[in-house]
């Protein structure tokens, strides 16, 4: 496994292009686009202000900056340097920008979710969309970018709106059984919406793409509900993650639950594989511990060393229970991700933020869980493999295959380089690792010949 | 011996002898007065007083000899002995073999009373001792009834006070049964004027909004712009279209394709799991059949209900039979087949209690005897079975690869859309390799002209230089010479000529094609060659239908040769040649 050097970056600002060609970051108001095999510097744009977001269109030719405060977007081109555009909200704020999927669209949501404002780039018109629902996840776009999913709020009561991305031509427009919508998300077929309420019921519908409801998902009824929702890549399962630590699986022909997943205190299944960090100070320098489950490298002067040991069932996991006065407890599965394949799911409970879980899907059940020294920040799949990587917000980087698990100590000459958030390269190449304000990148061993 | 010692000693050992009941009674006073014996009677007083002053000689004196006999006398035939002596005799004979018979009596008597008194005496301590036991069990008991009644007062008293909790319990249950309901009407109606709220609080939040916007637009904004170098061209290429009636529908129409495409591919994918399954079954179904008929041929003369199972088997082969044909599709077929199976899995189930009952009863019974060579005889089997289920695997294998050639190639009976896509791709694959096969005679077509063209470009060159030559020959004729004299000779080279050039040409003519034929035959020298062309041409019989079409066209070509060669085309194949 080998490193790059640090570069910078702020607001941890820092997106490798769809195409998987260029590597944009932001460096205050500066963006700086490295070709991705070389690291070289491309292209050096200087936005007005210090940005606060940066998008790379679909298509990887453009790059929008969007800086929050100022109101203001601006827009650069990869091949032609001169080119500039610039949009300017005004003083009705900014709140949210993204691009149309066609990337020739900029969407603006304008503070107070007043309103959505459409600014063509190819004909510089603007198209206002009213009353945007102000929740956690209230557009979002088909995988294959034909349609854009809208929530609306009008008359207290929850609309959806089906666009075409195309023309913005409004397909549909229909009302939810819900209380207080509070996410949807398109299957990746593109032809199924799941949208779940708040959190105050948990209510999980499934439109149809013309509109209909196909099914109505409710667990139970009082407590707290839905945290989190998750398509299988194939569109056959939609994981729900919810406040009671489980997780529901529902199937694509009945809608109904399949599996339930539990994240007990306890584990004792002989089945599970419990990997524990282990972590000890070791004064000496460099010896490499090349068994098949741990692996602690590059280990220098005065560093802790972690390794992974396998602990035998039953398995005490700590776990930490929540204020129940507080709003928002911290508990429950707040984060799913399924594996690129559909193979795996790993989950992260909220009142054991050490551990993650991951399940396999084949057999639904418990396949292994990683129990970490800290609280685990994020982790990704690997778009291409049965790939876990995730961090802690330390120096090390956590690797996890069904063959097994791997701790990666981040070289760290300065020091104070902090893995606090990571992401794959499409083609799982690399992982950027993004520190406080810098950024690295870790190959994966391609071949035999580097190692 | 006198008398007086004989009466005190049958009197001792009378008077020891004549109370044993009184003595009885306390067995310490015998111990005592041992020695010492008891007398009864009128004599006794002073007897005792005696007794302890002097020796025997107190009860029996000179004096009385008289009394003593008599009463020695009524002692011992109230004893039931003989008297001692005769009363009507003088004291003076007494009978001595009667006085011994008596005191031997007396002697036997005292010997037996003592045994009896040891007896008794052990006797009385053994029931002393018993009778101390049993008081000590009896304290005992008491002392245990006392504890168990105690226990018991306890007892009653907590089922009192566990009733008393209980009956406290329940009351707080009911509390905070009512205080749950209570709760849950107050969460309700405040979640329900929380509603409320919320709603009076959007409804101005929207007006707030509405407001705003209003006051935006009314302010118009100058700021809010776009400042693009250059408009963008769209990613498709097109320009956008109005938003008309037929965009709409076609944007109906694309949603609903894309479903329909995915219900589709749902539909797809169900319908070759259903083929899988369905697969599964069959051989299930057969396995159990054959199970199932094996069973029967073995137990034919069992007592079992014979008579159902004939019944069954022959609705199964009638349901067989009718299987094949109507590949259980149809509502009735599948039901049939479902209840056939279900009787059928009833019955092997039946068949594999009945075995392992079977098999734990031979166990039982058959342990001790033969079990080595019941040993040899189930690995004899088991090496037979495995022998089976290798054999059964290799079939199902075989099976299954038919069947998925099956699939493959023409399709499930169901899937006819599937099948009609395969005749379509079938249909394809066929066009595509007529296609190939096209463009390779196509490919040898255009060699073969190349060659031809060659040929010909050759064949001009040549006559060229033979024109020359001629126009030399000709020139040095008119010059020199008579011309009727050797233009005989002239046409003859001539000929040669094209004969060498028609020698020489069929080798590639052979291979060429025709239209480089008819470029060649332009050349005016070359009739001869056509000729031989042609001929060939008609010869090759051989050859595909189409080529000998396109040398019929030669031929054709050929038989007007006269105004080709005619009109001055000197320039026409160079020409040809040139495009070529």
């Given at each position: 496994?080998?490193?790059?050097?640090?570069?910078?970056?702020?607001?941890?600002?820092?997106?490798?292009?769809?195409?998987?060609?260029?590597?944009?970051?932001?460096?205050?108001?500066?963006?700086?686009?490295?070709?991705?095999?070389?690291?070289?510097?491309?292209?050096?744009?200087?936005?007005?202000?210090?940005?606060?977001?940066?998008?790379?269109?679909?298509?990887?030719?453009?790059?929008?900056?969007?800086?929050?405060?100022?109101?203001?977007?601006?827009?650069?081109?990869?091949?032609?340097?001169?080119?500039?555009?610039?949009?300017?909200?005004?003083?009705?704020?900014?709140?949210?920008?993204?691009?149309?999927?066609?990337?020739?669209?900029?969407?603006?949501?304008?503070?107070?979710?007043?309103?959505?404002?459409?600014?063509?780039?190819?004909?510089?018109?603007?198209?206002?969309?009213?009353?945007?629902?102000?929740c956690y996840k209230g557009?979002d776009f088909s995988r294959d970018?034909?349609y854009?999913a809208?929530a609306?709020?009008?008359?207290?009561?929850d609309?959806i709106?089906v666009?075409?991305?195309?023309?913005?031509?409004?397909?549909r427009?229909f009302?939810t059984e819900t209380q207080d919508l509070a996410g949807l998300e398109w299957s990746p077929n593109g032809c199924i919406l799941a949208v779940w309420d708040s959190c105050l019921e948990y209510k999980v519908l499934l439109y149809s793409l013309d509109g209909r409801l196909l099914s109505t998902f409710s667990a139970y009824e009082w407590s707290l509900g839905v945290k989190a929702v998750a398509w299988s890549p194939s569109s056959q399962f939609l994981a729900i993650g919810s406040y009671d630590e489980k997780v529901r699986i529902l199937n694509h022909i009945t809608w109904k639950k399949i599996a339930m997943f539990e994240h007990p205190a306890t584990i004792n299944n002989n089945k599970v594989v419990v990997y524990?960090?282990?972590?000890?100070?070791?004064?000496?320098?460099?010896?490499?511990?090349?068994?098949?489950?741990?692996?602690?490298?590059?280990?220098?002067?005065?560093?802790?060393?972690?390794?992974?040991?396998?602990?035998?069932p039953p398995v005490?996991m700590?776990v930490?229970?929540?204020?129940?006065?507080?709003?928002?407890p911290k508990i429950g599965v707040s984060t799913l991700a399924f594996s690129s394949d559909s193979r795996y799911l790993a989950t992260k409970n909220d009142n054991m933020s050490?551990a993650v879980w991951v399940w396999d899907m084949q057999k639904m059940s418990l396949v292994a869980v990683l129990e970490?020294?800290?609280?685990v920040?994020c982790f990704q799949w690997d778009p291409r493999r049965s790939r876990l990587a995730l961090?802690?917000?330390?120096?090390?980087?956590?690797?996890w295959t069904p063959a097994g698990c791997?701790?990666?100590?981040?070289?760290?000459?300065?020091?104070?380089?902090?893995?606090?958030?990571?992401?794959w390269?499409?083609?799982?190449?690399?992982?950027?690792?993004?520190?406080?304000?810098?950024?690295?990148?870790?190959?994966?061993?391609?071949?035999?010949?580097?190692? | 011996?006198?008398?007086?010692?004989?009466?005190?000693?049958?009197?001792?050992?009378?008077?020891?002898?004549?109370?044993?009941?009184?003595?009885?009674?306390?067995?310490?006073?015998?111990?005592?007065?041992?020695?010492?014996?008891?007398?009864?009677?009128?004599?006794?007083?002073?007897?005792?007083?005696?007794?302890?002053?002097?020796?025997?000689?107190?009860?029996?004196?000179?004096?009385?000899?008289?009394?003593?006999?008599?009463?020695?006398?009524?002692?011992?035939?109230?004893?039931?002995?003989?008297?001692?002596?005769?009363?009507?005799?003088?004291?003076?004979?007494?009978?001595?073999?009667?006085?011994?018979?008596?005191?031997?009596?007396?002697?036997?008597?005292?010997?037996?009373?003592?045994?009896?008194?040891?007896?008794?005496?052990?006797?009385?301590?053994?029931?002393?001792?018993?009778?101390?036991?049993?008081?000590?069990?009896?304290?005992?008991?008491?002392?245990?009834?006392?504890?168990?009644?105690?226990?018991?007062?306890?007892?009653?008293?907590?089922?009192?006070?566990?009733?008393?909790?209980?009956?406290?319990?329940?009351?707080?249950?009911?509390?905070?049964?009512?205080?749950?309901?209570?709760?849950?009407?107050?969460?309700?109606?405040?979640?329900?004027?929380?509603?409320?709220?919320?709603?009076?609080?959007?409804?101005?939040?929207?007006?707030?909004?509405?407001?705003?916007?209003?006051?935006?637009?009314?302010?118009?904004?100058?700021?809010?712009?776009?400042?693009?170098?250059?408009?963008?061209?769209?990613?498709?290429?097109?320009?956008?279209?109005?938003?008309?009636?037929?965009?709409?529908?076609?944007?109906?129409?694309?949603m609903y394709?894309t479903l329909l495409g995915d219900y589709e591919s749902r539909q797809r994918d169900l319908l070759l799991e259903n083929a899988e399954l369905r697969k599964v079954l069959k051989h299930m179904k057969?396995?159990?059949?054959?199970?199932?008929?094996?069973?029967?041929?073995?137990?034919?003369?069992?007592?079992?209900?014979?008579?159902?199972?004939?019944?069954?088997?022959?609705?199964?082969?009638?349901?067989?039979?009718?299987?094949?044909?109507?590949?259980l599709f149809?509502g009735?077929?599948r039901e049939?087949l479902t209840s056939?199976v279900r009787?059928?899995w009833?019955?092997?189930k039946?068949?594999?209690?009945?075995?392992?009952?079977?098999?734990?009863?031979?166990?039982?019974?058959?342990?001790?005897?033969?079990?080595?060579?019941?040993?040899?005889?189930?690995?004899?089997?088991?090496?037979?079975?495995?022998?089976?289920?290798?054999?059964?695997?290799?079939?199902?294998?075989?099976?299954q690869?038919?069947l998925q050639?099956?699939l493959?190639?023409?399709?499930d009976?169901e899937t006819?859309v599937m099948?009609?896509?395969?005749?379509?791709?079938?249909?394809?694959?066929?066009?595509?390799?007529?296609?190939?096969?096209?463009?390779?005679?196509?490919?040898?077509?255009?060699?073969?002209?190349?060659?031809?063209?060659?040929?010909?470009?050759?064949?001009?060159?040549?006559?060229?230089?033979?024109?020359?030559?001629?126009?030399?020959?000709?020139?040095?004729?008119?010059?020199?010479?008579?011309?009727?004299?050797?233009?005989?000779?002239?046409?003859?080279?001539?000929?040669?000529?094209?004969?060498?050039?028609?020698?020489?040409?069929?080798?590639?003519?052979?291979?060429?094609?025709?239209?480089?034929?008819?470029?060649?035959?332009?050349?005016?020298?070359?009739?001869?060659?056509?000729?031989?062309?042609?001929?060939?041409?008609?010869?090759?019989?051989?050859?595909?239908?189409?080529?000998?079409?396109?040398?019929?066209?030669?031929?054709?070509?050929?038989?007007?040769?006269?105004?080709?060669?005619?009109?001055?085309?000197?320039?026409?194949?160079?020409?040809?040649?040139?495009?070529?």
């Amino acid at each position: 496994m080998n490193f790059s050097e640090v570069f910078k970056q702020s607001n941890q600002l820092c997106k490798v292009s769809p195409d998987g060609k260029y590597l944009a970051t932001c460096v205050q108001y500066r963006l700086v686009v490295r070709d991705v095999s070389t690291l070289q510097i491309l292209q050096l744009y200087t936005c007005l202000d210090q940005i606060t977001h940066m998008e790379w269109s679909s298509d990887s030719q453009f790059i929008m900056c969007a800086m929050y405060k100022r109101g203001l977007v601006q827009v650069w081109s990869l091949e032609q340097p001169d080119w500039h555009c610039k949009i300017d909200e005004g003083s009705i704020g900014l709140l949210a920008s993204r691009w149309s999927p066609d990337g020739r669209h900029i969407l603006n949501t304008t503070e107070f979710h007043l309103r959505i404002t459409v600014w063509s780039l190819c004909t510089k018109a603007v198209s206002y969309i009213k009353y945007p629902k102000a929740c956690y996840k209230g557009i979002d776009f088909s995988r294959d970018g034909c349609y854009m999913a809208l929530a609306e709020r009008r008359d207290c009561k929850d609309y959806i709106c089906v666009f075409v991305c195309d023309d913005w031509h409004l397909l549909r427009h229909f009302e939810t059984e819900t209380q207080d919508l509070a996410g949807l998300e398109w299957s990746p077929n593109g032809c199924i919406l799941a949208v779940w309420d708040s959190c105050l019921e948990y209510k999980v519908l499934l439109y149809s793409l013309d509109g209909r409801l196909l099914s109505t998902f409710s667990a139970y009824e009082w407590s707290l509900g839905v945290k989190a929702v998750a398509w299988s890549p194939s569109s056959q399962f939609l994981a729900i993650g919810s406040y009671d630590e489980k997780v529901r699986i529902l199937n694509h022909i009945t809608w109904k639950k399949i599996a339930m997943f539990e994240h007990p205190a306890t584990i004792n299944n002989n089945k599970v594989v419990v990997y524990k960090e282990v972590e000890k100070r070791v004064p000496a320098v460099g010896h490499e511990d090349l068994s098949l489950h741990n692996i602690t490298m590059g280990s220098s002067l005065l560093s802790t060393q972690s390794k992974y040991e396998i602990h035998p069932p039953p398995v005490q996991m700590p776990v930490v229970r929540p204020d129940p006065d507080r709003a928002n407890p911290k508990i429950g599965v707040s984060t799913l991700a399924f594996s690129s394949d559909s193979r795996y799911l790993a989950t992260k409970n909220d009142n054991m933020s050490s551990a993650v879980w991951v399940w396999d899907m084949q057999k639904m059940s418990l396949v292994a869980v990683l129990e970490q020294m800290s609280a685990v920040r994020c982790f990704q799949w690997d778009p291409r493999r049965s790939r876990l990587a995730l961090c802690t917000g330390n120096a090390k980087v956590y690797l996890w295959t069904p063959a097994g698990c791997v701790s990666v100590q981040v070289p760290d000459e300065a020091g104070g380089f902090q893995v606090q958030s990571l992401t794959w390269h499409c083609d799982g190449d690399f992982l950027i690792l993004l520190g406080k304000d810098q950024l690295r990148l870790c190959y994966m061993d391609t071949g035999p010949e580097e190692k | 011996m006198t008398p007086i010692s004989l009466l005190l000693i049958l009197l001792c050992i009378d008077s020891r002898h004549i109370s044993p009941d009184l003595r009885v009674k306390d067995v310490q006073s015998i111990s005592v007065e041992c020695g010492r014996p008891r007398m009864t009677g009128p004599l006794e007083p002073s007897l005792l007083q005696k007794k302890s002053s002097c020796s025997l000689s107190d009860f029996c004196t000179e004096n009385n000899v008289q009394e003593c006999v008599s009463h020695i006398n009524q002692e011992v035939s109230s004893l039931g002995l003989p008297p001692v002596w005769a009363t009507s005799g003088q004291d003076s004979d007494m009978n001595v073999v009667s006085v011994l018979n008596c005191m031997y009596e007396l002697v036997q008597l005292h010997r037996r009373g003592l045994q009896t008194l040891e007896n008794m005496e052990v006797e009385q301590l053994k029931s002393s001792n018993n009778v101390d036991s049993l008081q000590l069990t009896c304290t005992r008991l008491k002392e245990q009834l006392e504890v168990s009644k105690r226990e018991n007062i306890g007892l009653h008293e907590r089922e009192r006070q566990l009733q008393l909790k209980m009956k406290s319990l329940q009351n707080c249950l009911k509390n905070e049964k009512e205080e749950i309901h209570k709760l849950q009407n107050m969460v309700s109606s405040r979640a329900s004027q929380y509603n409320h709220e919320m709603k009076r609080k959007e409804r101005e939040f929207n007006k707030l909004k509405e407001r705003l916007n209003q006051l935006l637009a009314d302010k118009k904004e100058k700021k809010i712009a776009i400042d693009v170098s250059n408009k963008l061209g769209r990613v498709d290429g097109k320009r956008s279209l109005w938003k008309t009636e037929k965009t709409e529908a076609k944007h109906e129409g694309d949603m609903y394709k894309t479903l329909l495409g995915d219900y589709e591919s749902r539909q797809r994918d169900l319908l070759l799991e259903n083929a899988e399954l369905r697969k599964v079954l069959k051989h299930m179904k057969k396995d159990m059949a054959l199970i199932l008929a094996s069973r029967k041929s073995s137990a034919k003369g069992d007592r079992h209900d014979d008579g159902a199972i004939e019944v069954d088997s022959e609705e199964e082969e009638s349901f067989e039979s009718s299987k094949d044909t109507v590949e259980l599709f149809s509502g009735h077929t599948r039901e049939k087949l479902t209840s056939s199976v279900r009787r059928q899995w009833r019955r092997l189930k039946s068949h594999v209690d009945r075995l392992d009952s079977r098999g734990s009863w031979a166990s039982s019974t058959g342990e001790n005897e033969n079990s080595a060579a019941i040993s040899r005889d189930s690995s004899k089997e088991m090496d037979k079975l495995k022998q089976e289920v290798q054999q059964c695997k290799d079939y199902i294998q075989t099976q299954q690869h038919l069947l998925q050639q099956q699939l493959s190639s023409q399709c499930d009976e169901e899937t006819s859309v599937m099948l009609g896509d395969c005749y379509m791709s079938q249909g394809k694959d066929r066009l595509r390799e007529e296609w190939k096969r096209l463009q390779e005679e196509r490919k040898i077509f255009e060699r073969e002209r190349r060659n031809f063209t060659e040929a010909a470009i050759r064949l001009s060159q040549e006559r060229k230089t033979f024109e020359e030559d001629r126009a030399v020959w000709l020139k040095h004729q008119f010059l020199n010479f008579n011309p009727f004299g050797h233009s005989k000779k002239a046409t003859r080279s001539k000929s040669q000529c094209s004969f060498q050039i028609s020698e020489t040409s069929p080798v590639e003519s052979a291979t060429s094609s025709p239209s480089a034929g008819r470029a060649a035959s332009l050349s005016s020298s070359t009739c001869d060659l056509l000729h031989t062309l042609s001929r060939f041409c008609d010869n090759s019989s051989t050859k595909p239908k189409r080529r000998t079409e396109d040398a019929g066209d030669a031929s054709s070509s050929s038989a007007e040769p006269k105004r080709w060669i005619s009109s001055d085309d000197l320039m026409f194949p160079q020409e040809e040649s040139g495009s070529l």
